[in-house]
């Protein structure tokens, strides 16, 4: 029997880490994230910084199957607020069950000891459970991470760099910073400040007139930029990526099924070049790692007599050689 693993997130901790880590610490309360509520394509500044610093569910439970079947997920947070509400669609498409926590005193909502009682009965009531994942970075999981470890099972932390206790990396038998999980947008390098207003010398004067006239095509052309890049984003996670040897009128258009078949080949690629040191991954990893992901992946439905059949078609996302053994093996390009 494969092993088995429970995926715990502290899901508060790990969206307001993400925050700060993305736009400075103390950022999540200055700007009142909280209770923003996100609108579609909006070029307001907050709906901006919380797309930014979004979580990648799906690239948090794809590492987490790397270690064996995903039997179990769990979500603590405050679902009333806004901030966390907006990821529901992730969260019920990864099958993520949520657990209500309500704020009973200040802003502390006891993710942490509701998380803990729940991880210990689960390990006491499931004993196949082999692997435990923990997503946060709060020290007060330390005893949490230790007690699993005594009762026999492999721990891997997730957290966020910046709010993560060096106790709780320690705790572990595996830790990894959530920025770098395979397939997670690395964050955009913060923007320089601006000289405050009659801080600067009268010699700078004229620049700054020439700078205000050019603000207003500034302004416009960064709210284009951002447009275009949610669009592209957009883009990106609906299709596949495509070969820069290939346009997209020389690219014969994929179905639905196709292109999600695709994605989760590059996306099982990268988990598998994540934990190994060479840059070549075994094809029959490569499935294995494919089917825990997305169990109703089967290249026969396809079209394709075999797997290797199915990976040397997505030459313009994988290559693919025979290795010395006989062995197909697979990297990104």
């Known amino acids: ?7 715990y997130i502290d899901f508060d901790n790990v969206v307001i880490s993400r925050y700060d880590s993305a736009h400075g610490a103390g950022a999540w309360r200055k700007d009142q994230a909280r209770d923003h509520r996100r609108a579609a394509d909006s070029t307001d500044p907050i709906d901006v910084k ?8 799906g690239a948090i439970i794809d590492y987490a199957a790397s270690f064996g079947t995903v039997a179990l997920s769990r979500a603590y947070a405050d679902w009333s607020v806004p901030a966390n509400a907006a990821y529901k669609a992730p969260l019920v498409s990864w099958s993520i069950d949520l657990v209500q ?3 009973m005193s200040g802003v502390k909502n006891g993710a942490d000891i509701r998380l803990a009682v729940d991880a210990v009965e689960d390990l006491v009531r499931h004993p196949d459970i082999s692997h435990v994942v923990f997503v946060a970075g709060d020290s007060d999981y330390v005893p949490l991470a230790q007690r699993c470890k005594r009762l026999g099972r492999y721990v891997v932390g997730i957290g966020v760099a910046g709010s993560t206790g060096r106790a709780l990396v320690s705790a572990c038998d595996e830790f990894i910073d959530y920025a770098d999980l395979p397939g997670v947008a690395p964050l955009k390098p913060p923007a320089a ?21 050019e603000a207003p095509a500034k302004k416009t052309a960064k ?3 951002k447009k275009t890049a949610k669009k592209a984003a957009a883009q990106k996670v609906a299709a596949p990526a495509e070969s820069p040897a ?6 014969p258009a994929e179905s639905p099924a196709e292109a999600e078949a695709t994605s989760l080949l590059v996306r099982a690629v990268r988990v598998g070049l994540q934990k190994s040191d060479d840059e070549w991954v075994y094809a029959g990893g490569v499935k294995s790692q494919m ?10 439905t396809l079209g394709f007599s075999t797997f290797r059949a199915f990976v040397e078609s997505r030459s313009g996302v994988v290559e693919s050689q025979v290795d ?3 062995q197909l093996v697979v990297r990104l390009p």
């Open 1 to 7: 029997m494969s092993d088995r693993v429970a995926v």
């Open 223 to 225: 709210k284009t930029a």
């Open 193 to 213: 400040k601006q000289p405050a207003a009659g801080k600067t010398s009268s010699a700078q004067t004229p620049d700054r007139a020439a700078a205000a006239q």
């Open 291 to 300: 089917q825990r992901m997305n169990p109703a992946f089967k290249e026969k």
């Open 101 to 103: 926590l309500f704020t």
């Open 50 to 57: 919380l797309a930014e610093g979004e979580i990648d569910i």
């Open 324 to 326: 010395a053994n006989g």
């Open 246 to 251: 290939e346009s997209p009128a020389e690219s």
